[in-house]
């Protein structure tokens, strides 16, 4: 006899659609995209895990970051979440869910490549909320490179480094000063941090750096009772994907469970390694990956 409320099973949990080639300009829009992303804005029900914490999320304007911002705010958390500026109509979408659920939302134009935007972003997070209990690091770049490492130039690897390692250093930095004790860091790797495709090379780099980041920074700050943990998604239908991949229709179904992640389903792990529950867990990574094996 089935179960009445038995778990779903993650190959069908979502729908699997076909996904049509499709590209956009980078940074991407989430409207064009076929299937539009799910980031949980009908599914997601949050119990107070958050309940009255300031967070702050790179890249919040879409993708794994608008799922995050939206998840924080149904458990009770404020938002202050950056996107670059060609992205503010993204940005008022997460800014509605995010106020929906009946908490602050503050969306700050951010280049976080730039050391002064990254000052000036801690500085208006306390100037709106007085501290930053939570910093997720989420914000990166890619552009997948088909030929290899000589189809790199140099302007795009110091655009992702600058993006994805310099950014997530001065972030953290700035806001440690305002993280009291209990708080957290959270960043977002990925799967290519173990697994690299070789036509994300200098992604996947930066990948591997945030786990060495990570758990190194994790070893430092316990003895001031804040945690740093991480998140290593695996294939997640994003704006990033038609915005920096060569193929999409075959995105994700190398994976074991046959399909690429929607942003929603990353969310609860975010949610995790924030709240009181995850007292005790510092220095990991998360890996929801959709069976991929990782250390």
């Known amino acids: 006899m089935a179960q009445e409320h038995a778990p779903p099973d993650p190959t069908t949990a979502r729908p699997r659609p076909d996904f049509p080639e499709q590209h956009q300009a980078h940074p991407g829009w989430t409207d064009p995209m076929r299937p539009r992303p799910d980031h949980g804005e009908d599914t997601y029900r949050g119990s107070g895990q958050l309940r009255d914490r300031v967070t702050v999320v790179t890249g919040g304007d879409s993708g794994i970051g608008r799922a995050v911002s939206l998840a924080y705010a149904r458990e009770g958390a404020d938002v202050l979440f950056t996107l670059l500026p060609e992205e503010a109509d993204e940005a008022r979408e997460t800014a509605r869910l995010v106020e929906d659920a009946g908490r602050r939302a503050v969306a700050v134009p951010c280049d976080i490549r730039h050391e002064d935007e990254c000052r000036t972003l801690v500085d208006r997070a306390v100037a709106e909320f007085g501290r930053i209990d939570v910093l997720v690091n989420n914000a990166a770049y890619q552009m997948a490179r088909p030929d290899g490492i000589e189809d790199i130039t140099t302007d795009q690897f110091d655009r992702v480094m600058k993006t994805n390692l310099y950014g997530m250093f001065w972030l953290t930095k700035g806001a440690l000063p305002h993280i009291p004790q209990g708080g957290s860091v959270i960043n977002s790797t990925s799967v290519q941090a173990y697994r690299p495709s070789p036509a994300l090379l200098d992604y996947a780099m930066t990948k591997g750096a945030i786990v060495t980041f990570t758990q190194g920074l994790a070893q430092s700050l316990a ?73």
């Open 223 to 295: 003895r001031r009772g804040i945690r740093v943990n991480a998140v290593a998604p695996g294939p997640v239908w994003t704006p990033l994907i038609p915005a920096t991949m060569p193929e999409t229709a075959e995105f994700g179904k190398k994976s074991p469970l046959g399909r690429p992640a929607q942003p929603a389903e990353m969310a609860p792990a975010y949610v995790f390694l924030a709240s009181a529950g995850a007292s005790y867990i510092t220095g990991e990574i998360v890996n929801a990956t959709g069976g991929t094996p990782l250390p």
